[in-house]
T-cell receptor
Framework: DVKVTQSSRYLVKRTGEKVFLECVQD?????MFWYRQDPGLGLRLIYF???????EKGDIPEGYSVSREKKERFSLILESASTNQTSMYLC???????????????FGDGTRLSIL | QKEVEQDPGPLSVPEGAIVSLNCTYS??????FMWYRQYSRKGPELLMY????GNKEDGRFTAQVDKSSKYISLFIRDSQPSDSATYLC??????????????FGKGTHLIIQP
């Protein structure tokens, strides 16, 4: 059973802390994505990676960075957490269903992060 | 500019009714269209995936795409209380790898009344 696993379901941190959110996939896929989901704003793309050590900015990368040292693991880093980064964070792999192989996209169950 | 419009609801219907969920978009480059279902405190789950215009049916679910109108729909027949969730439309210019991610609607909260 394929899976995208996010290390924490709930996380509480303080303003100014460096925060790491971890995502692991067991599908041997190249592509991994980080989104945040906010009421009234929907899902917005933060960063994505299409290979080890490769990264691309999404629509809202400010205040975030990412790390992809191994194919199965994609980390989202909040360099100095701020209250406006309180949100639900979702990891996904691959980015879209592969139309010809009919592989579905998989999301993790999310990390609900609160910055106090 | 990426933009997808979706009515947030809530949409409340009685059990057994036919449900119609819709999204409009402005970017004519979108070719791949998806519907996700998201239960509370869970990640989105892919329901339907279509390419270009046309219909696709899977059990009680039918997805329609009208690229000329930039309008997509999801129909749910014989709706059940277990269908109560938030439904997200999503779209992309690309198929598999090398894509630039999905553009999502904000989601419609659906309630099926027993």
């Amino acid at each position: 059973d394929v899976k995208v696993t996010q290390s924490s379901r709930y996380l509480v941190k303080r303003t100014g802390e460096k925060v790491f959110l971890e995502c692991v996939q067991d599908m041997d896929h190249e592509n991994m994505f980080w989104y945040r989901q906010d009421p009234g704003l929907g899902l917005r793309l933060i960063y994505f990676s299409y290979d080890v050590k490769m990264k691309e900015k999404g629509d809202i990368p400010e205040g975030y960075s990412v790390s992809r040292e191994k194919k199965e693991r994609f980390s989202l880093i909040l360099e100095s957490a701020s209250t406006n980064q309180t949100s639900m964070y979702l990891c996904a792999s691959p980015p879209v269903a592969d139309f010809y192989s009919n592989q579905p996209q998989h999301f993790g169950d999310g990390t609900r992060l609160s910055i106090l | 500019q990426k933009e997808v419009e979706q009515d947030p609801g809530p949409l409340s219907v009685p059990e057994g009714a036919i449900v119609s969920l819709n999204c409009t978009y402005s970017n004519s480059a979108f070719q791949y269209f998806m519907w996700y279902r998201q239960y509370s405190r869970k990640g989105p789950e892919l329901l339907m995936y279509t390419y270009s215009s046309g219909n696709k049916e899977d059990g009680r679910f039918t997805a329609q795409v009208d690229k000329s109108s930039k309008y997509i729909s999801l129909f749910i027949r014989d709706s059940q209380p277990s269908d109560s969730a938030t439904y997200l439309c999503a779209m992309s210019s690309y198929s598999g790898g090398g894509a630039d991610g999905l553009t999502f609607g904000k989601g419609t909260h659906l309630i099926i009344q027993p």
